[in-house]
């Protein structure tokens, strides 16, 4: 049991009599100790670090790599000691004897159900064991538990304990620290049928329930870890075992992704040596990464855990438009795949942009059999200038002609085969080759196969010299680039001969308009559907093995002797872990967080990063704005593979009050009959606010500017900024983005403009909701982004209708009326 402290010297040190005074005091001695106890462990890691630095002294091979290691877990452990996190021991639990007396490597007893003899007749009972929680475990001089780390086995009963199910937990205890102080306690008594005494002293209850004062803090720009309001079903997906794919599924505000990434920090602690392959975390929008971003460390865990949005999870690229609703449905499609197909094979015809700088692109046609382009600028003027329906080469004195029919012949072979489109490109050096050698009069010259051999390997030394062969094999067969394959795809004559029978009319022409934008060499603005076609086209062409570049011979090191006496420094362990994690393209646990809206081409785009990891696949079907979720799923299926599928379904609603969810529900009605919201746990009695532009003035209309609704918008934001102590967000159609910011230019940080696409998985205090009609569009999609942009508020709703919402003299829309 832990002897943190006697509470009357506590009480005393306090300097005040309340019940919750005194047990602050209590737990402010306990939580003294255990910072003393940390320094003395910083002065042993700094010893570490010293003895460390003595070692490099020997000069051994050994002793280096047994420097560099102890430096690494030294500098690791002083990094998480010297971090002074709020809330750094958040939790306690008072638990009952039990029935055997065996100890954990944590220093805790391991049995979870009380002795048969822990309760008395009279329905007394003793405290038998007192665990205090947090984000590390510490241990005192005698390894005796100071804390449990959250994610020991001995701190599960902290989560799991519920009245209907307490096990051994008596009282359950939430402490809020900052740093080395003690702001107060929160109490959930687990077994109100007990009289409880703890030294002797009844057992106090202060509070009217930890998770509710959790859920009554101001939120922030970015989430706070739960790891001090875990609740029972959220701590079962957490602790999941992390064998093959486990699926979890849960309404909005009911903690999905706050659980995604505390089962990130839990595996990690459960299985270091498994995941140190690193675990992935795929989340819908970049706003959603920032906002989650400072949790992990939080939690103690850093490096290992790569926190990417889908349209920045290929090197290089970054998502920065959007694309309408019509086109995001054509890139995203399993369509795309056999488009794709055909257009890196077909690329293989596009001659390259013209030279930055230059008057225009060049035609293939534009020269005659004998033009010189020796004094060409650069590599991509030379493919421009040299033909490609006829390869002219002179070898054994002989002038040597491939027309346009075999060499077509010759690629049309070539591509026959399924291997990436750059590496085909030595096959069809070598089929070029075959065909002018045969041209040559050559084959047949020597019956001794070693003097044919020869003359063969002669031959081809010869032409594969000339510049002619090789600048006609970079303009034939050249290099090709995702960005440059996606460029020529923008051409809509082109793209409607790879699209055949693929695609219609309408979505080629919206698809190419929309690719344009790219520009002719394929660096500009990206949407996160076109990152997953970047990486399906990377897939698609292949890279080229690059030869390693040899060390440059330097006679100094001879003359010196440097090259004996210091040898060539390896890489230290921790050195290649960082290269490792920069060059990682596959992870050993992926976790996929609302997962619903990932297209069936963006489910391929994530399969890769995780062919051989475990998964965790949290979402919600009735949040999914994929119009196509059957495409979706035999995409998910694919990415997955034939891995046993483990279910979990969150039902508690934490964010929302039960106002705002009843007024949410009516629209989950509407998108999806027949599903089921999540039950908030609580009522604040303020309910949800009903605005509407007076008449269809200036700014009723669709893309109005700063009219009545951005007044009307910009005042309600004024007051709600009066009524809450931390974040307003306003959701609008995506076409309106611009035009909120502007509206609410100069109201401060407080308060966010984001589109309805990007509030997924955000919380805010206070929502305002603007122009429902025009966030629905008149769809089944529209109305479950609708649903998700309801969702967001932890205390206030406002709705703000529009000329389109038809709202009645209340200010209701005819969307949100029962």
Same mark, same amino acid.
């Given at each position: 049991?832990? #002897?943190?402290?006697?509470?009357?010297?506590?009480?005393?040190?306090?300097?005040?009599?309340?019940?919750?005074?005194?047990?602050?005091?209590?737990?402010?001695?306990?939580?003294?100790?255990?910072?003393?106890r940390l320094e003395e462990k910083i002065h042993d890691a700094e010893f570490l670090m010293s003895d460390a630095a003595k070692l490099s002294q020997v000069g051994t091979p050994g002793a280096l790599a047994e420097r560099d290691a102890q430096v690494f877990r030294a500098g690791v452990h002083l990094n998480r000691l010297h971090n002074e996190y709020e809330d750094f021991l958040f939790g306690r639990i008072d638990l009952l004897q039990g029935k055997d007396g065996k100890r954990g490597p944590d220093g805790a007893y391991t049995s979870v159900e009380p002795a048969d003899d822990a309760v008395r007749p009279d329905g007394t009972a003793d405290v038998g064991e007192t665990l205090h929680i947090g984000r590390m475990g510490v241990l005192d001089a005698d390894y005796a538990p100071l804390v449990i780390d959250w994610r020991?086995?001995?701190?599960?009963?902290?989560?799991?304990?519920? $009245?209907?199910?307490?096990?051994? &937990?008596?009282?359950?205890?939430?402490?809020?620290?900052?740093?080395?102080?003690?702001?107060?306690?929160?109490?959930?008594?687990?077994?109100?049928?007990?009289?409880?005494?703890?030294?002797?002293?009844?057992?106090?209850?202060?509070?009217?329930?930890?998770?509710?004062?959790?859920?009554?803090? !101001?939120?922030?720009?970015?989430?706070?870890?739960?790891?001090?309001?875990?609740?029972?079903?959220?701590?079962?997906?957490?602790?999941?075992?992390?064998?093959?794919? #486990?699926?979890?599924?849960?309404?909005?505000?009911?903690?999905?992704?706050?659980?995604?990434?505390?089962?990130?920090?839990?595996?990690?602690?459960?299985?270091?040596?498994?995941?140190?392959? @690193?675990?992935?975390?795929?989340?819908?929008?970049?706003?959603?990464?920032?906002?989650?971003?400072?949790?992990?460390?939080?939690?103690?865990?850093?490096?290992?855990?790569?926190?990417?949005?889908? @349209?920045?999870?290929?090197?290089?690229?970054?998502?920065?438009?959007?694309?309408?609703?019509?086109?995001?449905?054509?890139?995203?499609?399993?369509?795309?795949?056999?488009?794709?197909?055909?257009?890196?094979?077909?690329?293989?015809?596009?001659?390259?942009?013209?030279?930055?700088?230059?008057?225009?692109?060049?035609?293939?046609?534009?020269? @005659?059999?004998?033009?010189?382009?020796?004094?060409?600028?650069?590599?991509?003027?030379?493919?421009?200038?040299?033909?490609?329906?006829?390869?002219?080469?002179?070898? *054994? @004195?002989?002038?040597?002609?491939?027309?346009?029919?075999?060499?077509?012949?010759?690629?049309?072979?070539?591509?026959?085969?399924?291997?990436?489109?750059?590496?085909?490109?030595?096959?069809?050096?070598?089929?070029?080759?075959?065909?002018?050698?045969?041209?040559?009069? !050559?084959?047949?010259?020597?019956?001794? $196969?070693?003097? =044919?051999?020869?003359?063969?390997?002669?031959?081809?030394?010869?032409? #594969?010299?000339?510049?002619s062969f090789t600048a006609f094999l970079d303009a034939w067969w050249p290099e090709l680039t995702p960005r440059r394959v996606l460029a020529a795809m923008a051409d809509e004559r082109r793209l409607g001969r790879w699209a055949r029978r693929v695609l219609t009319p309408g979505e080629v022409r919206r698809l190419a308009r929309s690719l344009k934008r790219a520009g002719a060499d394929g660096t500009g603005p990206l949407s996160?559907?076109?990152?997953?076609?970047?990486?399906?086209?990377?897939?698609?062409?292949?890279?080229?093995?690059?030869?390693?570049?040899?060390?440059?011979?330097?006679?100094?090191?001879?003359?010196?002797?440097?090259?004996?006496?210091?040898?060539?420094?390896? %890489?230290?362990?921790? %050195?290649?872990?960082?290269?490792?994690?920069?060059?990682?393209?596959?992870?050993?646990?992926?976790?996929?967080?609302?997962?619903?809206?990932? +297209?069936?081409?963006?489910?391929?785009?994530?399969?890769?990063?995780?062919?051989?990891?475990?998964? +965790?696949?949290?979402?919600?079907?009735?949040?999914?704005?994929?119009?196509?979720?059957?495409?979706?799923?035999?995409?998910?299926?694919?990415?997955?593979? +034939?891995?046993?599928?483990?279910?979990?379904?969150?039902?508690?609603?934490?964010?929302?009050?039960?106002?705002? !969810?009843?007024? !949410?529900?009516?629209?989950?009605?509407?998108?999806?009959?027949?599903?089921?919201?999540?039950?908030?746990?609580?009522?604040?009695?303020?309910?949800?606010? *009903? &605005? =509407? &532009?007076?008449? %269809?003035?200036?700014?009723?209309?669709?893309?109005?500017?700063?009219?009545?609704?951005?007044?009307?918008?910009?005042?309600?934001?004024?007051?709600?900024?009066?009524?809450?102590?931390?974040?307003?967000?306003?959701?609008?159609?995506?076409?309106?983005?611009?035009?909120?910011?502007?509206?609410?230019?100069?109201?401060?940080?407080?308060?966010?403009?984001?589109?309805?696409?990007?509030?997924?998985?955000?919380?805010?205090?206070?929502?305002?909701?603007?122009?429902?009609?025009?966030?629905?569009?008149? +769809?089944?999609?529209?109305?479950?982004?609708?649903?998700?942009?309801?969702?967001?508020?932890?205390?206030?709703?406002?709705?703000?209708?529009?000329?389109?919402?038809?709202?009645?003299?209340?200010?209701?829309?005819?969307?949100?009326?029962?």
């Amino acid at each position: 049991m832990d #002897t943190a402290g006697d509470p009357a010297d506590a009480a005393a040190d306090a300097g005040g009599d309340s019940l919750r005074d005194r047990e602050i005091a209590v737990e402010q001695v306990h939580l003294d100790r255990v910072y003393r106890r940390l320094e003395e462990k910083i002065h042993d890691a700094e010893f570490l670090m010293s003895d460390a630095a003595k070692l490099s002294q020997v000069g051994t091979p050994g002793a280096l790599a047994e420097r560099d290691a102890q430096v690494f877990r030294a500098g690791v452990h002083l990094n998480r000691l010297h971090n002074e996190y709020e809330d750094f021991l958040f939790g306690r639990i008072d638990l009952l004897q039990g029935k055997d007396g065996k100890r954990g490597p944590d220093g805790a007893y391991t049995s979870v159900e009380p002795a048969d003899d822990a309760v008395r007749p009279d329905g007394t009972a003793d405290v038998g064991e007192t665990l205090h929680i947090g984000r590390m475990g510490v241990l005192d001089a005698d390894y005796a538990p100071l804390v449990i780390d959250w994610r020991a086995p001995a701190a599960a009963p902290f989560y799991r304990s519920t $009245p209907v199910d307490p096990g051994r &937990v008596v009282r359950r205890r939430v402490i809020r620290s900052k740093g080395r102080r003690v702001l107060g306690v929160e109490d959930d008594l687990m077994r109100p049928e007990l009289a409880a005494s703890l030294d002797g002293q009844e057992l106090a209850v202060i509070g009217d329930g930890a998770l509710m004062a959790a859920l009554g803090r !101001a939120r922030s720009h970015s989430m706070r870890d739960i790891v001090s309001s875990i609740q029972a079903e959220q701590d079962l997906v957490i602790r999941a075992p992390a064998a093959s794919i #486990t699926y979890v599924e849960g309404g909005p505000g009911t903690g999905k992704t706050a659980v995604a990434l505390h089962r990130a920090a839990y595996l990690l602690y459960q299985d270091r040596r498994r995941y140190a392959g @690193g675990i992935l975390i795929v989340s819908p929008t970049p706003l959603l990464v920032a906002y989650t971003e400072g949790v992990l460390p939080s939690l103690g865990e850093e490096g290992q855990v790569a926190i990417r949005a889908v @349209g920045s999870l290929v090197d290089g690229a970054e998502a920065s438009a959007y694309d309408e609703p019509a086109v995001a449905r054509v890139k995203g499609s399993s369509r795309m795949l056999q488009v794709l197909r055909r257009a890196a094979r077909g690329a293989l015809e596009v001659p390259p942009a013209a030279p930055a700088g230059g008057e225009g692109q060049l035609s293939f046609g534009d020269f @005659g059999d004998d033009a010189d382009f020796g004094d060409a600028d650069g590599e991509e003027s030379r493919a421009c200038a040299v033909r490609t329906d006829l390869l002219r080469v002179v070898a *054994f @004195g002989r002038r040597l002609e491939l027309a346009a029919g075999e060499l077509k012949r010759i690629r049309q072979t070539v591509l026959s085969g399924t291997a990436p489109v750059n590496l085909l490109r030595p096959r069809a050096r070598r089929l070029l080759l075959d065909a002018l050698y045969a041209q040559s009069g !050559a084959v047949g010259r020597h019956a001794d $196969p070693e003097l =044919a051999a020869e003359l063969r390997s002669s031959f081809d030394e010869d032409v #594969t010299g000339e510049d002619s062969f090789t600048a006609f094999l970079d303009a034939w067969w050249p290099e090709l680039t995702p960005r440059r394959v996606l460029a020529a795809m923008a051409d809509e004559r082109r793209l409607g001969r790879w699209a055949r029978r693929v695609l219609t009319p309408g979505e080629v022409r919206r698809l190419a308009r929309s690719l344009k934008r790219a520009g002719a060499d394929g660096t500009g603005p990206l949407s996160v559907h076109d990152v997953a076609l970047l990486d399906e086209l990377n897939t698609l062409l292949g890279t080229p093995a690059r030869p390693k570049k040899k060390r440059e011979y330097d006679p100094l090191d001879q003359l010196s002797g440097l090259e004996e006496l210091m040898p060539q420094r390896e %890489e230290t362990q921790r %050195e290649r872990a960082e290269r490792l994690a920069a060059e990682r393209t596959e992870y050993a646990h992926v976790i996929v967080d609302e997962a619903q809206d990932l +297209t069936p081409m963006q489910w391929r785009m994530v399969g890769r990063r995780g062919r051989h990891a475990t998964w +965790t696949v949290v979402g919600d079907p009735a949040q999914s704005s994929w119009p196509e979720p059957q495409d979706a799923a035999q995409a998910r299926d694919e990415a997955l593979g +034939t891995r046993p599928r483990r279910r979990f379904e969150l039902t508690v609603n934490y964010r929302n009050p039960a106002e705002i !969810a009843d007024l !949410a529900a009516r629209v989950l009605a509407r998108a999806m009959p027949g599903a089921q919201a999540p039950s908030a746990v609580r009522s604040t009695g303020v309910v949800p606010r *009903f &605005v =509407a &532009v007076p008449g %269809e003035g200036e700014g009723a209309g669709r893309g109005g500017g700063d009219g009545a609704l951005g007044a009307l918008v910009r005042a309600e934001a004024e007051r709600l900024l009066a009524r809450v102590d931390g974040t307003v967000g306003v959701v609008v159609a995506m076409h309106r983005r611009k035009e909120a910011a502007r509206w609410l230019d100069g109201l401060g940080d407080r308060v966010v403009p984001l589109g309805s696409l990007e509030a997924k998985g955000l919380e805010y205090d206070a929502t305002i909701v603007v122009a429902p009609a025009e966030i629905a569009d008149g +769809t089944a999609v529209g109305l479950r982004v609708l649903y998700v942009a309801l969702t967001r508020a932890t205390q206030e709703l406002t709705v703000v209708s529009g000329h389109r919402d038809g709202a009645d003299g209340a200010g209701v829309p005819e969307l949100l009326r029962p």
